[in-house]
């Protein structure tokens, strides 16, 4: 963990590098500090997953709107001032990156930041964290 899932409705995959999107908005969960400057996310747990909504519904239905959610969920822990430096984090790279989107059509942005208190199961196995923690 932390893992952002984008959810957004498939009249933008031509209009915009979703792929591109994913990873500029990776790069900055990189780059979250917390208070002490440490990097807050682990760079072998960071991941982004962008999926179209197969059906959907925006607004009044009177227009080709379109409309991202992302939901960034992580592990208990973090200070107020982390959880809200990783929110405007996203929210800024993901409003950089579709700012040609907003200047040609009606398009909704939401982030949300969760928390995963109390879990009951949290299995996991990679290859990843160990190749990123060779320190």
Do not use: W
Not at 75 to 99: M, Q
Request: proline share 5%; with cysteine.
């Amino acid at each position: 963990m932390p893992h952002l899932v984008i959810l957004y409705t498939p009249n933008l995959e031509g209009e915009t590098d979703l792929s591109a999107l994913c990873r500029q908005l990776a790069d900055g969960m990189l780059g979250v500090k917390d208070e002490a400057g440490k990097q807050v996310f682990p760079t072998g747990g960071t991941r982004v997953l962008a999926y179209p909504a197969a059906h959907y519904a925006v607004a009044d239905g009177q227009g080709d709107y379109a409309f991202i959610y992302m939901n960034l969920r992580m592990g208990a822990g973090r200070s107020d001032a982390v959880r809200k430096l990783a929110g405007d984090t996203i929210l800024e790279r993901a409003r950089a990156h579709l700012a040609p989107v907003f200047e040609r059509r009606l398009i909704g942005l939401t982030v949300q930041v969760d928390e995963s208190p109390g879990q009951v199961y949290d299995g996991k196995h990679s290859t990843l964290h160990p190749h990123f923690n060779k320190n």
